[in-house]
């Protein structure tokens, strides 16, 4: 991506990360994760900084709340077919030709779930990594959300030796 990868969907645009996101997007991440395994404001600045291509937001177009971010899709390149709990907080992982996009984190607001902002969200990474020549992207989940990314063609590749967190976490897969 470019830094200035733009969207428009009914309602909403999907577009990189600005610096001045980070209080919106520390809160939507609060809302959508426990404490235990949200990742804090200065982890998300800093891997708006490192890897700003990669963190899409979706942001509200129309209405009294246009401009609201309500969710956001973000992760670093990686060459490595799984991801590893440091890659969340150590910026310095990212390889910006890697071979896989890691997905750290998939975010939207409960208001505004079921309503394909996810999905969208998810589809332009994919895209995203297709245009960069990716060998495909890689994610971390619960078990109850292995089906919902099998929809998009990740594979699921068994527990994870993640402890983020403190949970039990599946590694997946999609590659080109």
Not at 143 to 170: C, K, M, P
Request: net charge negative; charged share 25%; hydrophobic share 40%.
């Amino acid at each position: 991506m470019d830094g200035r990868m733009e969207h428009t969907k009914d309602g909403y645009r999907i577009r990189t990360a600005r610096p001045e996101d980070i209080d919106a997007l520390a809160a939507v991440e609060a809302e959508c994760f426990p404490a235990a395994e949200a990742a804090s404001r200065e982890s998300l600045r800093a891997r708006a900084e490192a890897f700003a291509d990669s963190f899409l937001v979706a942001e509200l177009t129309d209405g009294q709340e246009a401009g609201r971010i309500i969710g956001f899709i973000n992760g670093a390149v990686t060459d490595e077919k799984t991801i590893s709990d440091e890659m969340f907080e150590d910026v310095s992982l990212h390889k910006p030709n890697g071979l896989y996009q890691s997905i750290f984190g998939l975010d939207v607001i409960r208001a505004c779930r079921h309503r394909g902002v996810a999905s969208d969200l998810m589809n332009h990474m994919i895209g995203e990594a297709r245009k960069q020549g990716r060998a495909g992207l890689i994610l971390t989940c619960k078990d109850r959300l292995i089906g919902y990314y099998e929809q998009f063609g990740y594979r699921n590749l068994g527990v994870s030796q993640s402890v983020h967190g403190g949970a039990t976490w599946y590694d997946m897969i999609l590659e080109f």
